[in-house]
């Protein structure tokens, strides 16, 4: 059986000084890795929301286009005069012989 070899008190250090800044990484990696979850949670609930209310708008503007096709009629808006123009309706000739 081999001899025991008794380190120095230097040495000693070393290897605890190492053991605890290895143990400070661990603890450092799992406090980043619980924040990035809080804050990609949070960023999804915010995203939910924010497709939720584009859906909402969506639909409000489908239903506003709809309201206003069958007062109006088809046509087009400009938005930066405010004026809508009808389209031309088709008309139907007949030729009676």
Known sequence: MAE????????????NQLRQEV????TQLGQVAIE??????????IESQLLQKH?????????????????????????????FTPAPKDEVTTNKG
């Open 55 to 83: 859906s909402e708008l969506t639909t409000q503007e489908q239903e506003l286009f709809k309201d206003l096709n069958e007062k109006y009629g088809d046509g087009n808006f400009d938005p930066q005069t405010g004026t």
């Open 23 to 26: 143990a400070n990484i661990f």
């Open 4 to 15: 025991a070899i008794k380190f120095t008190d230097e040495e000693i250090n070393s290897i």
């Open 36 to 45: 990035k979850k809080r804050r990609i949670d949070e960023i999804e609930g």
